[in-house]
């Protein structure tokens, strides 16, 4: 449930840097942390400059309690009380004591900008326009009543859309830095969690800042920092204060301007491959590029880098939500000459050497080694490598963090994470005094190009490298970096796979995109008695216990570019309808962030994972609108390391049949194997797509002499009686039976023989029961696989046709004969009612639909990949709970699921579905019983 937000602007929203309410302080202060002493010493320097400020949010797309996360954020708050502080003056310097809200920690503000014309960007001018206040030293030293302090820490909860909320935060540097913002995050999920499923959030996982301040004490006495000060004194001996990247320095501003850049998969994957052979990781490749960036501004033969480090290696450091961050020194030579493989060994020998002596404050080491250089830090441009998750989960739904501003920038600052799908972001922030726009965003694109390029070739001198061209408006289908300059904007890449430059690359993605022919799946769904919206389907599969995240999402999202009908896009305007295959960066079912849910059960009860499943469920359905192309999700139930997971995958009925669930669940987990590191080149797979050729195909093939010559045929069956037009049933009586059909005889030809034994039973229960005939035979739908030489993509290419069978009890072999008549399998009927406009109305068939039929092959566990399989029959939800069950418009549907067995022959489920209108549930389950024990004696008897 969300609760009712107010409309933007809202008066009850204090204004940017109004103070808060009175408290009185809890304890004695204690002494500011390093960190919290240089950012205290660097704003009373500058009173007005309100640079010191971060700030991130939270994207949610999902169901969301606000009331319940409002909640979790003052819980949150709550138990890291070192956030709100008053300064006093002690003997040792500045002290800071916690002040707490009366009553607890505030709510965040709740705001409504979904009437923007951009909601988003109305969320993030709100809270730009607090960034930009500095705070209020003098009321942090002298309140004016002892509790009445400035906030240097706060949250808003904006809604900018059905199911699409920002938790945005925002704190000084005084407060708190990345590590203890990402704990904040953490912590607030966990509560929203538990509140949402019932449970306790459990104890605290902070630690107080008295933690932190203890070890900084420990070791500011300590022979350890007089040795790492020696150590960097003589690791940076003769080494000058870098130039300017841009030849001018100025004072950094208020505000960066910011430049994101997100690589696609193909690239992601080139440079932790190149990473790994040299032994160094992603961040390590991204530090070694920008030395090479750097050194290519400047003329100089080596960079210097000024490095974010934690600076938490004591003891319950790492659980302080607090300012603890260090700025330290890298010197990495770069040059022209200079390989990729050569370059990644420089920058994990300085890595390593920082992680070592990281504890020693930058700005101390600075003052050492270059005394008169200004400003008291470390010079060269900055770069910040967040191993920080960037995707937080919500009961569920998943929160997308999003960085805003990382505190003051001189010139240039780089900063690499990793995207919740597992890909590459860099964001760069420039002092607006320095870089245009325009220009930010070549310097952005050019180190990514290079980066992505030096990736590939990592054993040629840089020099040699020719890095694609940067572009303002490169096109997410056909550039390898994608420029995110949005939030939760889509990753693209150039094919549906990470190449990796040792391996030949695989098949190029599929380029299918723009209008596409009405397939007769598409116009049977425009017939219908039911609004399209409800024509769903799903299946559940079983999931190896310890799947990812990324890796899943990166396959999910692939198959997506695979698969054109995951693609599809349904319009509807004056009756008419027209599809549209969307291009893979604008397509829900690749760039959604919700696309797949993911809900931890480890610990919980079947029966609780059994109504968590069905909610789950509902939600998936509710969320496909093929209006929007949202035709494809995920929810997948993750019992974590020790047990094996569910997935549920739900897509609109338009995209899939059943063999579409063959080629899904057959890829997925070769993808995600492949994703996660661990699976062989998925070639294999074949080349994607093929949907548009085949409606092509269907098209033509509808035009052509030998099927308009079946016309006399769907004529005459038109002409026939109708069937009873029986009221449209919700619900029903379902049963599910089973049996048995031999194999078929060598060379055997004619009607499948799971089609000829289920219908004949039919035809002989229907012979005494007015109620399932005309009168005179037996009116059946049929929907039969997908005919032979369709293409291996998914779509729904199954085939529909009429047919009225004969009641004759004394002859078995009358149904086969009737099935056997019918021209070509009866894939001509759909083609030239729908596709051949000239004989649309001649093959219409009568109206009424009868007994419905529907033969499908069953799914089945993938041989390459243990642990992925379809999950117990009995764990499926019903139907109904997507909402994929439509009326009954006949007495019976029923569903012949098809599976090989080990003899030659074939298992048969059968699941019928009576109308409760019709039949009682004893008269259904008898029907259902008898049919299926004729259906397995008439399989047995020869043909």
Request: glycine share 8%; charged share 20%.
């Amino acid at each position: 449930m969300s609760a009712t937000a107010s409309p933007l602007p809202a008066p009850s929203v204090p204004a940017p840097c109004a103070s808060t309410s009175t408290v009185p302080a809890l304890t004695e202060g204690v002494p500011l942390t390093a960190a919290q002493s240089e950012f205290l010493a660097a704003q009373s320097a500058a009173p007005g400059y309100a640079g010191h400020h971060v700030g991130q949010y939270v994207e949610l797309f999902g169901p969301i309690d606000t009331e319940a996360l409002r909640d979790a954020v003052a819980a949150s708050f709550d138990e890291a009380p070192w956030l709100r502080f008053r300064l006093t003056r002690g003997d040792d310097g500045p002290r800071q004591s916690p002040v707490r809200e009366p009553g607890g920690p505030r709510r965040p503000a709740l705001l409504d900008t979904s009437g923007a014309a951009d909601p988003v960007a109305a969320a993030l001018d709100l809270v730009r326009g607090r960034l930009a206040c500095p705070p209020r030293l003098d009321l942090l030293a002298d309140p004016p009543t002892p509790g009445d302090v400035p906030d240097l820490a706060g949250s808003v909860l904006v809604a900018a859309g059905p199911e699409h909320h920002l938790l945005v935060q925002f704190f000084h540097q005084l407060a708190v830095d990345g590590h203890g913002l990402a704990l904040l995050g953490h912590r607030i999920a966990e509560h929203y969690t538990a509140a949402v499923h019932g449970r306790p959030a459990g104890p605290s996982p902070f630690a107080p800042v008295t933690a932190l301040v203890a070890a900084e004490s420990a070791y500011a006495a300590s022979p350890e920092r007089r040795a790492d000060l020696a150590a960097w004194t003589r690791h940076l001996a003769g080494v000058e204060p870098p130039p300017p990247l841009r030849g001018r320095s100025a004072p950094p501003a208020d505000t960066a301007v910011r430049r994101t850049v997100l690589l696609g998969p193909a690239d992601t994957a080139a440079v932790e491959a190149a990473a790994r052979e040299a032994g160094a990781t992603w961040g390590e490749a991204v530090l070694a590029v920008t030395a090479l960036h750097t050194t290519s501004r400047t003329g100089a033969a080596e960079a210097v880098l000024a490095v974010y480090a934690a600076a938490r290696t004591a003891p319950g450091t790492l659980r302080v939500p607090a300012a603890a961050v260090n700025i330290l020194p890298v010197r990495i030579p770069a040059g022209p000459a200079d390989t990729f493989r050569s370059l990644l060994a420089r920058a994990a020998v300085e890595t390593s050497f920082l992680r070592r002596h990281q504890r020693v404050r930058g700005s101390e080491v600075a003052r050492e080694v270059w005394p008169d250089h200004p400003g008291g830090r470390v010079p060269g441009p900055l770069v910040n490598l967040r191993p920080f998750e960037t995707e937080l989960d919500f009961a569920g739904v998943p929160g997308r963090v999003v960085s805003l501003a990382s505190g003051p920038v001189d010139d240039l600052a780089v900063a690499a994470s990793r995207s919740p799908e597992g890909l590459l972001r860099l964001d760069f922030d420039a002092n607006p005094a320095l870089y245009r726009p325009t220009e930010l965003e070549c310097e952005a694109t050019a180190f990514a190009a290079l980066l992505a390029g030096l990736a590939r070739r990592p054993g040629t001198p840089a020099g040699q490298v020719r890095a694609a061209p940067a572009r303002p408006d490169p096109d997410p289908e056909l550039d390898p970096i994608r420029s995110a300059t949005a939030p939760g904007a889509p990753a693209a890449g150039t094919g549906p796979w990470p190449s990796d430059p040792a391996r030949t690359p695989p098949p190029p993605a599929d380029r299918e995109q723009g209008p596409l022919t009405l397939l007769p799946a598409a116009h049977r769904l425009r017939s219908a008695p039911w609004p399209v919206e409800r024509a769903r389907e799903h299946v559940l599969l079983r999931t190896p216990a310890g799947l990812r995240t990324a890796p899943l999402r990166r396959a999910l999202a692939t198959l997506g570019r695979r698969h054109p009908a995951l693609r599809l896009a349904l319009h509807q305007a004056h009756g008419v309808w027209s599809q549209q295959v969307r291009p893979a960066a604008a397509a829900p079912a690749v760039t959604g962030a919700t696309v797949l849910r993911r809900h931890p059960v480890a610990g919980l009860a079947p029966a609780a994972r059994t109504e968590l499943l069905a909610r789950a469920a509902r939600a998936a359905g509710a969320a496909l609108d093929p209006a929007t192309g949202a035709v494809f999700r995920a929810v997948w139930l993750d019992a974590g390391a020790d047990g094996p997971g569910r997935l549920l995958l739900a897509a609109h009925a338009l995209c899939v049949d059943d063999v579409s669930w063959q080629l899904l669940t057959a890829e997925l987990p070769v993808l995600y194997a492949w994703f996660a590191g661990d699976g062989a080149r998925p070639e294999a797979l074949g080349p994607p797509g093929g949907l548009t050729n085949w409606a092509a195909a269907l098209a033509a093939r509808a035009q052509s002499p030998d099927r308009v010559a079946e016309l006399p045929y769907w004529t005459e069956l038109s002409r026939a009686p109708a069937p009873r037009a029986w009221p449209a049933a919700e619900g029903g009586h379902r049963t599910r039976t089973r049996f048995d059909v031999p194999a078929p005889a060598a060379g055997a030809a004619g009607p499948h023989p799971v089609d000829t034994a289920l219908l004949t039973a039919l035809a002989r229960v229907a012979a005494g029961r007015p109620r399932l005939h005309d009168g005179t035979r037996l009116p059946v739908e049929l929907e039969l696989p997908r005919p032979e030489g369709a293409p291996a993509t998914v779509g729904r290419l199954s085939t529909v046709h009429g047919v009225r069978l004969p009641l004759d009890p004394d002859d078995p072999g009358a149904v086969r004969r009737a099935l056997a008549a019918v021209p070509d399998g009866g894939r001509g009927q759909e083609q030239l009612r729908h596709l051949n406009p000239q004989t649309s109305a001649l093959a219409a068939g009568p109206r009424g639909r009868g007994v419905g039929y529907r033969r499908r092959a069953a799914l089945s566990d993938p041989e390459a990949e243990p642990g992925w399989g379809p999950a117990p029959a009995e764990e499926w939800p019903a139907p109904g709970a997507l909402g994929d069950e439509p009326p009954l418009t006949g007495p019976v549907d029923v569903t012949a699921t098809v599976r090989a067995a080990p003899d030659g022959g074939y298992r048969v489920d059968v699941d019928w579905r009576w109308s409760a209108a019709l039949f009682d549930a004893a008269e259904a389950l008898a029907l259902s019983e008898t049919a299926t024990a004729l259906a397995a004696r008439f399989a047995r008897q020869p043909h």
